[in-house]
């Protein structure tokens, strides 16, 4: 089955200087990587996501690469912010009759320190 | 107001005894999944549904069931039969044509 990596495991940043997660995927097969926000006590929130037909994906301060050939993508924070400080887990999946599993990275403690 | 629901917030499972964790969503998904997070770990998937009466075994299923009569509704139950129920578990759902999986806000059970 699919297997996720994800590094580092913490994360400290200044206020204002970018972020940068990475994750690895084992299997070839796998064309949907979500990413996802937890706050401490609540369930994850999705915060952007990319489909293996696309390199790189942006939405404001967040943007997503995809590297198929040597099935890594990362998640990069630019400007960060106090409220940036979260959990955030990668996540792959085939998008096929398989029923969109998910399988998770073990998730980045990031802490954007003022 | 939309959305997934899980209830209760705490629970307390004593030797021996099981217990039921209640999902609930009003999005109209055809997908519901339960998943299981320990400290310093990724969601492991316990169950999941595509349709209603119909369910799989994820990758950690055992000591767990679950049932699918409503759409709006996936209770997963906490066996006897799961030595160490100590987690956060995660409800989750999607639409048919829908990539993304939305989670609730996740019941934390403790045993006595």
């Known amino acids: 089955g699919e297997n996720v990596e994800q590094h580092p495991s913490t994360l400290s940043v200044q206020e204002g200087d970018s972020a940068v997660i990475k994750c690895t995927y084992s299997?070839?097969?796998?064309?949907?990587f979500p990413w996802y926000k937890q706050e401490l006590g609540k369930g994850p929130q999705l915060i952007i996501d990319?489909?293996?037909?696309?390199g790189e994906k942006k939405d404001q301060r967040i943007a997503v690469t995809l590297n198929k050939t040597a099935k890594h993508f990362s998640l990069h924070i630019t400007e960060t912010q106090p409220e940036d400080s979260a959990v955030y887990f990668c996540?792959?999946?085939?998008?096929?009759?398989?029923?969109?599993?998910?399988?998770f990275g073990t998730g980045t403690q990031l802490k954007v320190e003022l | 107001d939309g959305g997934i629901t899980q209830s209760p917030k705490y629970l307390f499972r004593k030797e021996g005894q099981n217990v039921t964790l209640s999902c609930e969503q009003n999005?109209?998904?055809?997908?519901m999944y339960w998943y299981r997070q320990d400290p310093g770990q990724g969601l492991r998937l316990i169950y999941y549904?595509?349709?209603?009466?119909?369910?799989q075994k994820g990758d950690i299923a055992e000591g767990y069931s679950v049932s699918r009569e409503k759409k709006e509704s996936f209770p997963l139950t906490v066996t006897s039969a799961q030595k160490n129920p100590t987690a956060f578990y995660l409800c989750?759902?999607?639409?048919?044509?829908?990539?993304?999986?939305?989670f609730g806000p996740g019941t934390r059970l403790l045993v006595l």
């Open positions: 989750a759902s999607r639409g048919e044509i829908q990539e993304t999986q939305y």
């Open positions: 299997d070839s097969a796998s064309n949907y």
């Open positions: 990319i489909r293996s037909n696309v």
């Open positions: 996540a792959a999946s085939i998008l096929t009759g398989g029923g969109n599993k998910l399988t």
């Open positions: 999005l109209n998904h055809d997908a």
């Open positions: 549904s595509q349709i209603v009466n119909d369910f």
